[in-house]
């Protein structure tokens, strides 16, 4: 079992830039995929980007790519997201997640630990 703390939230212009992070605790981190998810309100959660055990491997939705880069220390149990040309439609709540295993990296059914989120809003 892992426990997930966002950080790092706020209310910025567009164009601006933020730094998620999420620390976990409880369990071996470094078996985790982790993934960070966005929702509005009568949303559903909606796949943002994700990184694999290792390291090696991130992915992006479309409307981040080139704008948003994943990362994480496994030493210090942390992943972050980097947010950079922030758009008021990048306005979410931001939940960090993890999983285990095989399953696909984008569904957020296949997370199996979250963290409570954190508020980003972006004005124009």
């Known amino acids: 079992q892992v426990q997930l703390v966002e950080s790092g939230g706020g209310l910025v212009q567009a164009g601006d830039s933020l730094r998620l992070a999420c620390a976990a605790s409880?369990?071996?981190?470094?078996?985790?995929?982790m993934g960070w998810f966005r929702q509005t309100p009568g949303q559903e959660r909606e796949f943002v980007s994700a990184?694999?055990?290792?390291?090696?491997?991130?992915y992006y939705a479309d409307s981040v790519k080139g704008r948003f880069t994943i990362s994480r220390d496994n030493a210090k149990s942390t992943v972050t997201l980097q947010m950079n040309s922030l758009k008021p439609e990048d306005t979410a709540i931001y939940y960090c997640?993890?999983?285990?295993?095989?399953?696909?990296?984008?569904?957020?059914?296949?997370?199996?630990?979250w963290g409570q989120g954190t508020q980003v809003t972006v004005s124009s």
């Open positions: 997640a993890a999983k285990q295993g095989l399953r696909t990296i984008y569904y957020a059914k296949t997370y199996d630990h």
């Open positions: 409880g369990d071996t981190f470094n078996s985790y995929d």
């Open positions: 990184i694999r055990w290792s390291g090696g491997d991130t």
